[in-house]
Protein backbone atom coordinates (compact mmCIF):
# COMPACT_ATOMS: atom_id res chain seq x y z
CA UNK A 1 0.00 0.00 0.00
CA UNK A 2 1.73 3.36 -1.27
CA UNK A 3 1.95 6.41 1.62
CA UNK A 4 0.12 9.60 -0.09
CA UNK A 5 2.69 12.50 0.94
CA UNK A 6 0.62 15.36 2.15
CA UNK A 7 3.75 17.42 2.91
CA UNK A 8 5.43 20.12 0.59
CA UNK A 9 2.80 22.22 -0.83
CA UNK A 10 -0.56 23.57 0.58
CA UNK A 11 -3.31 21.17 0.53
CA UNK A 12 -5.70 21.39 -2.14
CA UNK A 13 -9.22 19.64 -1.99
CA UNK A 14 -9.58 19.39 -5.74
CA UNK A 15 -6.29 18.48 -6.40
CA UNK A 16 -6.08 15.81 -3.82
CA UNK A 17 -9.55 14.69 -5.69
CA UNK A 18 -7.40 14.63 -8.57
CA UNK A 19 -4.28 12.73 -7.32
CA UNK A 20 -7.27 9.48 -6.02
CA UNK A 21 -8.54 9.72 -9.56
CA UNK A 22 -5.16 9.14 -11.06
CA UNK A 23 -4.58 6.42 -7.88
CA UNK A 24 -8.14 4.45 -8.73
CA UNK A 25 -7.32 4.77 -12.83
CA UNK A 26 -3.87 3.02 -11.80
CA UNK A 27 -5.33 0.23 -9.65
CA UNK A 28 -4.44 1.70 -6.30
CA UNK A 29 -6.95 1.21 -4.20
CA UNK A 30 -5.39 1.71 -1.32
CA UNK A 31 -3.64 4.21 0.36
CA UNK A 32 -2.12 6.19 3.33
CA UNK A 33 -2.10 9.84 3.78
CA UNK A 34 1.17 10.89 5.86
CA UNK A 35 2.00 14.30 6.87
CA UNK A 36 6.03 14.77 7.23
CA UNK A 37 6.38 17.47 9.74
CA UNK A 38 2.83 17.13 11.59
CA UNK A 39 4.52 18.96 14.33
CA UNK A 40 5.67 21.59 12.79
CA UNK A 41 9.54 21.85 10.88
CA UNK A 42 11.60 18.89 11.08
CA UNK A 43 14.93 17.87 9.60
CA UNK A 44 14.31 21.05 7.10
CA UNK A 45 11.06 20.34 6.05
CA UNK A 46 8.74 23.15 5.72
CA UNK A 47 4.74 23.10 8.24
CA UNK A 48 2.54 21.21 6.96
CA UNK A 49 -0.48 23.50 5.55
CA UNK A 50 -3.24 23.07 7.20
CA UNK A 51 -1.43 22.29 9.94
CA UNK A 52 -1.91 18.62 10.77
CA UNK A 53 -5.17 17.30 12.92
CA UNK A 54 -6.20 20.87 12.80
CA UNK A 55 -9.71 21.65 12.14
CA UNK A 56 -9.23 22.75 8.46
CA UNK A 57 -7.40 19.70 8.38
CA UNK A 58 -9.86 17.38 9.51
CA UNK A 59 -11.83 19.32 6.64
CA UNK A 60 -9.90 18.39 3.96
CA UNK A 61 -9.32 14.34 5.57
CA UNK A 62 -13.05 14.19 5.54
CA UNK A 63 -13.76 15.64 2.47
CA UNK A 64 -10.81 13.65 0.82
CA UNK A 65 -12.86 10.43 1.76
CA UNK A 66 -15.84 11.34 0.91
CA UNK A 67 -14.00 10.97 -2.77
CA UNK A 68 -12.66 8.22 -1.85
CA UNK A 69 -15.70 6.31 -1.03
CA UNK A 70 -17.04 7.46 -4.26
CA UNK A 71 -13.73 6.04 -6.08
CA UNK A 72 -13.43 2.98 -4.52
CA UNK A 73 -10.19 4.06 -2.99
CA UNK A 74 -9.95 2.82 0.73
CA UNK A 75 -7.81 5.36 3.30
CA UNK A 76 -5.58 3.98 5.73
CA UNK A 77 -5.37 6.78 8.90
CA UNK A 78 -1.41 6.53 10.25
CA UNK A 79 -1.14 7.23 13.21
CA UNK A 80 2.68 8.63 13.80
CA UNK A 81 3.71 6.13 16.54
CA UNK A 82 7.49 6.41 16.50
CA UNK A 83 7.88 9.09 13.59
CA UNK A 84 8.11 12.63 13.36
CA UNK A 85 7.97 13.63 17.02
CA UNK A 86 4.16 14.34 17.03
CA UNK A 87 2.95 12.14 19.82
CA UNK A 88 -0.49 11.81 18.78
CA UNK A 89 -0.86 9.33 21.52
CA UNK A 90 1.09 11.82 24.00
CA UNK A 91 -1.59 14.84 23.06
CA UNK A 92 -4.69 12.74 22.93
CA UNK A 93 -4.11 11.55 26.72
CA UNK A 94 -2.78 14.36 27.93
CA UNK A 95 -5.95 16.23 26.58
CA UNK A 96 -8.44 13.11 27.87
CA UNK A 97 -7.16 11.14 30.15
CA UNK A 98 -10.10 9.02 29.90
CA UNK A 99 -8.28 7.31 26.69
CA UNK A 100 -5.21 6.19 27.88
CA UNK A 101 -4.51 2.57 26.61
CA UNK A 102 -5.00 -0.80 29.04
CA UNK A 103 -3.28 -3.60 28.32
CA UNK A 104 -4.95 -7.52 28.91
CA UNK A 105 -2.42 -9.17 30.90
CA UNK A 106 -2.72 -12.79 32.97
CA UNK A 107 -0.78 -14.47 35.41
CA UNK A 108 -0.56 -18.32 35.57
CA UNK A 109 -0.09 -21.14 38.05
CA UNK A 110 0.04 -24.92 37.19
CA UNK A 111 0.35 -26.89 40.07
CA UNK A 112 -1.36 -29.08 43.25
CA UNK A 113 -2.31 -28.59 46.77
CA UNK A 114 -3.28 -24.68 46.96
CA UNK A 115 -2.87 -22.11 43.95
CA UNK A 116 -3.05 -18.87 44.72
CA UNK A 117 -2.92 -15.45 42.14
CA UNK A 118 -3.00 -12.39 43.06
CA UNK A 119 -3.22 -9.31 40.16
CA UNK A 120 -0.92 -6.40 40.31
CA UNK A 121 -1.74 -3.80 43.06
CA UNK A 122 -3.11 -1.15 40.56
CA UNK A 123 -4.80 -3.45 38.09
CA UNK A 124 -8.20 -4.34 37.39
CA UNK A 125 -8.96 -8.21 37.52
CA UNK A 126 -11.74 -9.34 35.10
CA UNK A 127 -11.97 -13.14 35.35
CA UNK A 128 -10.30 -16.12 36.59
CA UNK A 129 -10.50 -19.71 35.54
CA UNK A 130 -9.16 -23.18 36.78
CA UNK A 131 -8.16 -26.27 34.01
CA UNK A 132 -7.31 -29.92 35.05
CA UNK A 133 -4.12 -31.10 33.68
CA UNK A 134 -3.33 -34.22 32.27
CA UNK A 135 -0.20 -36.28 33.01
CA UNK A 136 2.20 -34.26 30.39
CA UNK A 137 0.99 -30.93 32.09
CA UNK A 138 -1.49 -30.19 29.18
CA UNK A 139 -4.92 -29.11 30.05
CA UNK A 140 -7.90 -31.83 29.73
CA UNK A 141 -11.21 -31.25 30.64
CA UNK A 142 -13.89 -28.36 30.68
CA UNK A 143 -11.94 -24.81 31.76
CA UNK A 144 -14.09 -23.45 35.24
CA UNK A 145 -14.43 -20.08 36.03
CA UNK A 146 -13.74 -18.67 39.65
CA UNK A 147 -15.06 -16.09 41.88
CA UNK A 148 -11.85 -13.39 42.76
CA UNK A 149 -11.70 -12.01 45.72
CA UNK A 150 -10.01 -8.35 46.43
CA UNK A 151 -7.93 -9.20 43.72
CA UNK A 152 -7.17 -12.51 44.59
CA UNK A 153 -8.23 -15.93 43.49
CA UNK A 154 -7.35 -19.46 44.70
CA UNK A 155 -7.75 -23.38 44.07
CA UNK A 156 -7.29 -26.74 46.09
CA UNK A 157 -6.98 -29.49 44.64
CA UNK A 158 -4.81 -32.86 44.93
CA UNK A 159 -5.14 -33.01 41.66
CA UNK A 160 -2.50 -31.14 39.01
CA UNK A 161 -4.60 -28.05 37.71
CA UNK A 162 -3.81 -24.69 35.71
CA UNK A 163 -5.08 -21.47 37.72
CA UNK A 164 -5.09 -18.16 35.35
CA UNK A 165 -6.15 -14.83 36.72
CA UNK A 166 -6.88 -12.45 33.82
CA UNK A 167 -6.82 -8.46 34.43
CA UNK A 168 -6.54 -5.29 32.73
CA UNK A 169 -3.79 -2.62 33.92
CA UNK A 170 -2.41 1.12 32.52
Known sequence: MPIWFWSGDRLDERRLRWQLERLAEGGVFNV???NLAPAGPLFGS?????LFLSERWWQIFSA????????????????????????????????????????LERSVIDGQGRLLLSAPPDAHPLAAAVVALDAQGQPSG???????????????????HRLVLFYAET
Not at 148 to 158: D, K, N, T
Open 32 to 34: IPM
Open 64 to 103: VCDDAAALGVRIWFYDQIGFSGANLQGQLISSHPEFVGWS
Open 142 to 160: PCIGIPISSGRVEWESPAP
Open 46 to 50: DSDEP
